[in-house]
């Protein structure tokens, strides 16, 4: 896929524990841009955090408010936006992202596992016996979108941040150079 005119703003998606968060903040701090993190935007949206938006309202309430803060960033310029594993599940969100700069962090579930051992808000792997298993699940129901949604393909396993986000300051410097 060919790289949007507009790089206004950059949107990071792959699966949870992939690392968007950690690496938007090192390219917003790279950038001078501000970072504006989805999932913060929806609890502010939401007056409460995700654990509790899944239990009051079950996934389908969430992915409402997910499409809803994504739809809203048309309005910001210059941001790194870091959004949850999920929302490529909706259709239209894909198409969104494909008309703006998107880079696709990808990880094992393997190693997504290791990064989100100690972690206890991600409401997908509530109660989960098989974190790996679950994971690789939900790897095989969004790895086309992801890579549909995507004009940057990183693989961050083994990596650490700053290099990850190196690649990607590198990546974009080729598309406008």
Request: hydrophobic share 40%; glycine share 6%.
């Amino acid at each position: 896929m060919s790289m949007p005119q507009e790089a206004g703003k950059v949107f990071l998606i792959g699966l949870m524990g992939a690392g968007k968060s950690t690496v938007g903040k090192i390219l917003a701090d790279a950038l001078k841009w501000p970072l504006l993190d989805i999932d913060h935007e929806i609890e502010k949206v939401a007056d409460s955090d995700i654990p509790s938006i899944f239990e009051a309202q079950g996934e389908a309430g969430f992915r409402d408010y997910e499409s809803q803060v994504l739809f809203k960033t048309a309005e910001v310029h210059h941001a790194i936006i870091p959004c949850g594993g999920g929302i490529v599940t909706r259709p239209q969100n894909v198409e969104y992202l494909q008309d703006h700069v998107t880079v696709w962090l990808d990880v094992s579930p393997e190693e997504a596992a290791a990064r989100l051992e100690h972690l206890d808000d991600r409401p997908l792997l509530n109660g989960c016996q098989d974190t790996i298993k679950k994971l690789k699940e939900i790897l095989d129901a969004r790895q086309a979108a992801y890579a549909r949604a995507a004009c940057i393909h990183i693989n961050t396993g083994q990596r650490a941040p700053d290099i990850i986000a190196r690649e990607i300051l590198e990546k974009l410097e080729k598309y406008h150079a």
